[in-house]
Structure formats: structure tokens, C-alpha cells
Nanobody
Framework: VQLQASGGGLVQPGGSLRLSCAVS????????MGWFRQVPGKEREFVAT????????YYGDSVKGRFTISRDNAKNTVYLQMNSLKPEDTAVYYC?????????????????WGQGTQVTVPA
């Protein structure tokens, strides 16, 4: 199973970025997907999750109203649109494939993880 995340970078506060994660090696359309982030020295933080068909979404409190998760099952890709970015959003962002089809914020529910993409929002 391979997950290739892209789209990270340096963006000014208030700006936007769109992360993408292309998945191969699993039947993508039968798995929920998630985005997590991690800052060195801190625990991995749940960001967003989407169920198998995109009909159910769930967000972490810190990104609710600013970030949007979506998926394209025809392209085996999940996206994270990040708007109104803040310095505290600076982290390495990871996409992950859930073991099941329903949304979940528990990192232990995810079987496969991408390599991460850095997002930096300077203060």
C-alpha cells in the first residue's frame, strides 16, 4: 500500500493550501480516510476524516470551519483544503487509510500512513 501526500509548503497567515494524497494498493472506495498532523515533540493530532463515499465528514475542533476534507474515488485521492491558515497550523501533515469505512478520529483505527508533507505558517 502506498500513500503519496503532496501540496505542503510555506504560506502566510490567512492564506490557503490544498493537500492531496494519492493512494494505491487498496480498494480505496471501501475505506475511510483521515488527515493527522504532528509537531516535533508533540503527539499526533487528528485533523479530519471522511467516510468511504464522502457522505460523512468529521473535523478536529482546532480546524473546524477552516479546513475541508474531500475525496475522489475515481482518482483514489483524498484532499484537505486548508483556509485561513494560522501559525499554529504549522506541522507535518499525514494522510492515512482507515481499516473501516466509517469516520473515526482514533489514530489506532488507521492501518496505513503516508510519509507526510510539511506545512509552515510563519508567525
Amino acid at each position: 500500500v502506498q500513500l503519496q501526500a503532496s501540496g505542503g509548503g510555506l504560506v502566510q497567515p490567512g492564506g490557503s493550501l490544498r493537500l492531496s494524497c494519492a493512494v494505491s494498493g487498496v480498494i480505496f472506495s471501501t475505506h475511510a480516510m483521515g488527515w493527522f498532523r504532528q509537531v516535533p515533540g508533540k503527539e499526533r493530532e487528528f485533523v479530519a476524516t471522511i467516510n468511504w463515499n464522502g457522505g460523512n465528514l468529521y473535523y478536529g475542533d482546532s480546524v473546524k470551519g477552516r479546513f475541508t476534507i474531500s475525496r475522489d474515488n475515481a482518482k483514489n485521492t483524498v484532499y484537505l483544503q486548508m483556509n485561513s491558515l494560522k501559525p499554529e497550523d504549522t506541522a507535518v501533515y499525514y494522510c492515512a487509510v482507515s481499516r473501516g469505512a466509517s469516520v473515526t478520529s482514533r489514530s489506532s483505527a488507521y492501518a496505513y500512513w503516508g510519509q507526510g508533507t510539511q506545512v509552515t505558517v510563519p508567525a
